[in-house]
C-alpha cells in the first residue's frame, strides 16, 4: 500500500496571498488527484495531476486559479492562488496505481482570513 | 456525478453488525464497487471492494446482488471508532479512473 505525505497539514493565510500544498508518495504511482473538501461536504474532485503535461481540471476549477504540478511518478503540487475566504476548505491528495487501489492524504486544512 | 445513492444516516448498536446499503442501478459490466469511509478530519480510507462475488477481508464484508445492481457492507461487529462517513463507489480499476464521491451514509456507533 502507498503512503502519501501531505505538507502542510493546516495553515491560516490572508487574503489574495497564495499557498502551496505538497504530496509526497512513498512508491512510484500512475494517478495521482486533487480533492476539496468544504466543511461538512463531501469530496469534490479538482483535478488529476499528470506526469509531465498540464492536469486534467473538472468542471468549475481553473488552471489559473488551481494550478498543479507533477515533476514525477511520486510528487505534486497544488497551489491555491489569490485566496478568498470561500477557498476555506480541505484540501486532499490521492495516489494509486492501475490495477490498485486509490489512497488517500490526510489533508490540509486551509483557512484563509 | 455521483453513480451510487446511499441513505444519508444509519444508528448501529455497538457489538451489533452495521450494514450499509447501496444503489448503483447503472453499473457497467467493467465497473467494480468501492468502499471507502471518513473518520472525522482524516482522509477517507479503503475498505474494500469487488465486482460480483462476495468479498470479505479483516475489516468488513461486501455483499453484491447478483444482477450487481445494488450492494452491502458489513461491519461485523461494529465498534465505536466505526463511527464514520462511508462512501459506496463504482470505478473501472484497470485504467486510470478519478473517484467521484457521493454524499454516503453517516454511521453513528450507539454505546
Known amino acids: 500500500s502507498a503512503v502519501i505525505s501531505q505538507k502542510p497539514s493546516r495553515d491560516i493565510c490572508q487574503r489574495g496571498t497564495s499557498l502551496t500544498i505538497q504530496c509526497q508518495v512513498d512508491?512510484?504511482?500512475?494517478?495521482m488527484f486533487w480533492y476539496r473538501q468544504q466543511p461538512g461536504q463531501s469530496l469534490t474532485l479538482i483535478a488529476t495531476?499528470?506526469?509531465?503535461?498540464?492536469?486534467?481540471?473538472e468542471s468549475g476549477f481553473v488552471i489559473d486559479k488551481f494550478p498543479i504540478s507533477r515533476p514525477n511518478l511520486t510528487f505534486s503540487t497544488l497551489t491555491v492562488s489569490n485566496m478568498s475566504p470561500e477557498d476555506s476548505s480541505i484540501y486532499l491528495c490521492?495516489?494509486?496505481?492501475?490495477?490498485?487501489?486509490?489512497?488517500f492524504g490526510s489533508g490540509t486544512q486551509l483557512s484563509v482570513l | 456525478d455521483a453513480k451510487t445513492t446511499q441513505p444519508p444516516s444509519m444508528d448501529c448498536a455497538e457489538g451489533r453488525a452495521a450494514n450499509l446499503p447501496c444503489n448503483h442501478s447503472?453499473?457497467?459490466?467493467?465497473?467494480?464497487v468501492y468502499w471507502y469511509r471518513q473518520i472525522h478530519s482524516q482522509g477517507p480510507q479503503y475498505i474494500i471492494h469487488?465486482?460480483?462475488n462476495n468479498e470479505t477481508n479483516e475489516m468488513a464484508s461486501l455483499i453484491i446482488t447478483e444482477d450487481r445492481k445494488s450492494s452491502t457492507l458489513i461491519l461485523p461487529h461494529a465498534t465505536l471508532r466505526d463511527t464514520a462517513v462511508y462512501y459506496c463507489?463504482?470505478?473501472?480499476?484497470?485504467?486510470?479512473?478519478?473517484?467521484?464521491f457521493g454524499k454516503g451514509t453517516r454511521l453513528h456507533i450507539l454505546p
Open positions: 490521492s495516489a494509486g496505481t492501475v490495477r490498485e487501489k486509490l489512497f
Open positions: 512508491s512510484q504511482v500512475t494517478m
Open positions: 495531476a499528470n506526469q509531465g503535461s498540464e492536469a486534467t481540471y
Open positions: 447503472t453499473i457497467s459490466g467493467n465497473e467494480y
Open positions: 469487488g465486482l460480483k
Open positions: 463507489i463504482v470505478r473501472v480499476p484497470y485504467r486510470d479512473d478519478k473517484i467521484i
